[in-house]
């Protein structure tokens, strides 16, 4: 994984990029509150007025009062509250700013943390193996009588030091991954490898400039500059909400033999309550602060300058290490003899339209289409429970059974209802058979009517309700003729499949509304992926992915995208993208960790053939011309293969020459010659000195070099 897709994995599951920019969606509601004005008040009263046995008693008879209410908000307390939430939202953007340049230097750290132990545990195998070496010559001395025990006693124990070196720096090493995975905030592979590499040295500009540069740009200084003045603008509020708030009041009330009609205002008046305390612990709050940003300034300031120190002690350090170092021949370069010349073929990558794959993690969710959630439409308490998590339903299943007062009370309303539906309809008969008669009249006939049409009426709106409830139409109909009521409801299954979360157990009293059973069809399932936005432009539906599941190892899915989003997340700058995911067999579980593969849109970029490229420690190198038959190897960043030729990302430019065939066998010979080099350099300090070797505490034995 490369610096570049570990930053922007980052940016994306990082939980501290998400916890500040949930902060600043809370900021952007509270100044949608703040801009929101007090509701009305309505009061109506009503009761029944008496006389009393009082020479003029007053009229009896029906009171009623009505009454509205309405506080005035001041101009200026409701500007100074909308300024605060305001502020707090520039508070928030800056903070949200400031923890996302902390997530990229702390990725940044560990990572780079991540290649020097690397190259630590490089060194260190290196050091055990020349040691290794001295200690078979050394066991080769003593066994032919040229040197005594305490020497071979020497190398092992330089053996077992060296071996202890290579185990400590390997510990460091997958400290330093640990590390490396906390501070992505997302889990990866186990045995990932970071690719890349240091890159060349950066020139810093003066500490003067460098001081004005974070005093004018860095997002820590800028969020404590708009606390303060949300601090500011809280005092404003608070000297503003001593203004009293006016209410203005209406009022009409009707007694039986007169009525009134009030309008009044209500003012309140500051006479014990001036708010002086608010405002003193706002004016507090000021001061802390400024204060907090004056101890901002000073930290940043001083952490600038530790760090500009630490880098020029550092830069020095270097600085006197390179004559040294340069004097050394270097280790990768190669001098090409003219028969080896004859075997390998040099020439500059080529230019060609490049499609390349990208993968993005993914992971498996249910089909949305094939999901039900299942619950009651009526309260009430469970009294049995008949399929529990994995268990196979099939449509209309009954779920579980609950009993419900609700329902028993709705049918026995029902059958009142339908009962005297009935006997209108019957008084109706009557009352036409008397009116034919002329026994009543037809005014009689025609209040006997309404009846009936209010009765059914009645019994329609019960039947609807006893169908909201769940009940069918033929339940219904054996209700209006056996007239029983059934308080035992079932909660039946809409669809087939399987339950995959049970929230419910016996006795437990259950709303409308709530999920009781979640049931899906896992036959088929969706891999959903969310895709860098950088990458989304090669997405389109039906284009050809494809899917596999570290869980399943070797079982890869070809399919193609049912679905692309035509929005980006703004949170993320991720574009949803899925696939349908057939599973028959069972084989995949909503929730699995996947990845999903696609190839990008064509594009033009440099390649060169697989066989220019040389593996060493995990990365990726090519032989590039510095002289006359002189070349040397030099790290590359490459993307995936296509058509045996690999696209470069980094590294090498479309002037250079490079080995394009026979990389292998120049490497080969770069190694042997480096070998050869270490071992004269040993046998020449053998030679020159009996004393033990600085670095691995043994004599080098002089008579044997080869």
């Known amino acids: 994984m490369t610096r570049r897709t570990l930053l922007s994995s980052a940016g994306t599951n990082s939980p501290a990029l998400q916890q500040s920019a949930a902060m600043v969606e809370r900021a952007r509601a509270s100044i949608q509150t703040a801009r929101t004005y007090t509701n009305p008040t309505f009061e109506f009263r009503a009761g029944h007025q008496t006389a009393r046995p009082i020479a003029t008693p007053g009229v009896p008879g029906l009171l009623q009062q009505y009454a509205v209410e309405q506080p005035i908000e001041i101009p200026a307390e409701r500007r100074a509250r909308i300024r605060v939430a305001r502020l707090d939202l520039k508070g928030n953007e800056h903070q949200l700013a400031g923890v996302r340049l902390s997530v990229v230097a702390e990725v940044k750290r560990a990572f780079y943390n991540v290649l020097r132990r690397k190259e630590q545990v490089g060194y260190a195998k290196d050091n055990l193996a020349l040691v290794g070496d001295l200690q078979r010559r050394v066991r080769v001395e003593v066994q032919t009588g040229e040197k005594g025990k305490l020497e071979l006693t020497r190398a092992d124990a330089e053996v077992a030091r060296a071996r202890a070196a290579v185990n400590s720096a390997e510990v460091e090493l997958t400290n330093a991954r640990s590390v490396l995975k906390a501070v992505m905030g997302t889990p990866l592979e186990e045995n990932f490898e970071p690719q890349g590499g240091f890159g060349s040295q950066v020139q810093l500009a003066s500490l003067k400039e460098l001081r004005q540069q974070v005093l004018a740009s860095h997002p820590a200084l800028a969020e404590a500059n708009a606390r303060t003045s949300q601090t500011h603008a809280n005092v404003e509020h608070e000297r503003a909400l001593r203004l009293p708030q006016t209410r203005f009041y209406g009022e009409y009330e009707r007694q039986p033999d007169l009525s009134l009609f009030r309008l009044g205002v209500n003012v309140p008046l500051p006479l014990w309550d001036k708010r002086e305390g608010p405002i003193a612990e706002a004016t507090a709050e000021v001061n802390r602060a400024e204060a907090a940003a004056r101890q901002r300034k000073l930290q940043l300031m001083a952490a600038l300058d530790r760090a500009y120190d630490e880098y ?29 010349l004859q075997s ?49 339903v099939v449509k209309g299943q009954v779920l579980a059974m609950l009993h419900s007062n609700a329902l028993s009370d709705t049918q ?59 009940m069918s139409d033929q339940s219904i109909y054996q209700l209006e003729k056996q007239r029983k009521l059934n308080s035992d409801y079932p909660i039946v299954a809409s669809i087939s499949g399987t339950v995959i979360e049970r929230k419910v157990t016996v006795g437990q009293v259950v709303q409308p509304g709530g999920e009781a059973f979640l049931v899906a069809d896992l036959s088929s399932l969706w891999l959903v992926a969310d895709v860098p936005e950088e990458h989304s432009a090669s997405l389109y539906l039906g284009k050809t992915v494809v899917a596999t599941v570290p869980a399943l190892p070797g079982i890869k899915v070809k399919g193609s995208l049912s679905f692309v989003s035509p929005v980006v997340d703004p949170q993320t700058r991720t574009v949803r993208a899925r696939m349908n995911l057939v599973n028959a067999q069972g084989t ?22 697989a066989t220019a490229v040389v593996r060493e420690e995990s990365k990726d190198h090519v032989f590039v011309e510095v002289g006359t038959n002189e070349f040397r190897l030099r790290e590359v960043e490459l993307d995936g293969e296509v058509a045996n030729r690999r696209a470069v990302v980094n590294g090498v430019s479309a002037q250079e020459k490079i080995v394009l065939d026979g990389a292998f066998h120049l490497n080969n010979k770069r190694k ?23 670095c691995c505490g043994i004599s080098d034995p002089a008579g044997l070099r080869h």
């Not at 026994?439 to 049409?453: F, H, M, P, Y």
């Open 344 to 392: 390998i073929s040099i020439g500059t990558p080529q230019l060609q339209d490049i499609v390349t794959e990208q993968k993005v993690a993914a992971r498996v969710e249910t089909d949305a289409s094939r999901l039900a959630r299942i619950g009651s439409p009526v309260d009430g308490r469970i009294t049995e429970v008949r399929v529990f998590e994995g268990q196979t």
């Open 672 to 694: 042997q010659d480096q070998l050869r080099g270490v071992l004269s350099a040993q046998s020449h300090r053998g030679r020159s000195s009996s004393a033990p070797d600085h």
């Open 312 to 340: 020029q002690i550092r830069d020095q350090q270097v600085a006197k290490e390179m004559p040294a170092s340069s004097a050394k021949p270097d280790p990768l370069k190669v001098q090409v003899p003219a028969a080896l």
């Open 412 to 470: 026995f309303a029902f059958i009142k209802a339908f009962s005297r539906e009935k006997l209108a309809e019957q008084a109706a008969a009557r009352a036409r058979l008397l009116v034919q008669s002329d026994v009543i009249g037809t005014a009689e006939l025609q209040k006997r009517e309404a009846e009936v049409l209010q009765t059914s009426t009645e019994v329609a709106a019960l039947r609807a309700q006893l169908r909201g409830l769940g």
């Open 588 to 609: 995949f579980k909503p929730d699995m960790l996947a990845s999903m593969t696609f190839e990008s849109r064509p594009h033009k970029g440099l390649t060169l053939p």
